[in-house]
């Protein structure tokens, strides 16, 4: 038996209610791909969902977290190329088709990518802000600018690659796909094809919508790849630190202020201090604003 050309694995942890509509973005555009969920300890319907499904492998195991169950998922899979579409997302009728069409393309190439679009948790599409397409430098690029793969599903890797790169990090689940991309653009050739290629989900419980963990996390990634700051990307490091830095710092303030508005005195403690020991600068830039506003104010003042 021939091995599939396309594995699409889907990792799931009390996503149910999305998961079909995950599955069937698959199969309505590629009825051969290999679809693998990997149940990742949940408490919900998730293997009903999954079994209700025909053609589907289901794999359970206890919890590990996302980059343990990609991993799981990479291992029992079988395609010669690999897509990681999270429960809660879509893949766009065409995105497995460019994807690839785009490494077959570029034989030297380990994996390719492209974009996505904003989708509420009804699945209505958001507008999204367009990317440039990145030629070439996308070691220097994902340093300096931050994960230009906004999810996982955007991209589709030779499996090969993913194996010589040691597969997904655990320890870190927000970020674990960043130090991905960050090992691989380091020591392989990628592709940026720019075409649309699947639906990001933004929802209550979505990872993005968790500013503190986001924040931590993306920042253990960079202290992992802190060598490339001796080296010729040494700038690209650091403007990156800061860039991460500035982006989830700022969306924690915004987090904070709502905490306060709500009298939610705890909560915003507690990330008042994540941003003085993550992105001090940021909380110094902040009550700076604040500073000015109540001297203006006191200035104005009959």
Known sequence: MHAPPVSVIVPCYNQAQFLGAAIDSVR????????????????????????????VRYVRQANRGVAGARNRGLRESAGSLVVFLDADDCLLPGGIAAGVTALAARPDCAMAYGRCVMMGPDGTHWPTPA??????????????????????????????????????H???????????????????????????????????????????????????????????ASGPFAAAWREGVRQWQDFYGTKLVEEIREHLRSREVR???RKTITLAHLAPWVLRREAAKKASLVTGAARTAP
């Not at 020591?187 to 989900?201: K, M, N, P, S």
């Open 28 to 55: 309505v555009q590629d009825p051969y791909a290999e679809v693998v969920v990997v149940d990742d300890g949940s408490s919900d319907n998730t293997r009903q969902v999954a079994m209700s499904r025909p053609g």
């Open 267 to 269: 909560p915003a403690l």
């Open 170 to 228: 655990e320890g870190f689940d927000a970020a674990a796909d960043y130090d991905l991309y960050l090992r691989i653009t380091r020591d392989e050739r990628i592709r940026d094809h720019g075409t649309l290629v699947a639906a990001y989900r933004q929802h209550p419980l979505s990872m993005s919508g968790k500013a503190s963990r986001m924040l931590r996390e993306t920042l253990a990634v960079m202290r992992r790849h802190r060598a490339e």
């Open 131 to 168: 990317q440039p397409v990145t030629i070439c430098d996308h070691h220097d690029a994902f340093l300096r600018k931050g994960n230009l793969i906004w999810m996982p599903a955007a991209a589709i890797f030779r499996r090969e690659a993913l194996e010589r790169a040691g597969g997904f």
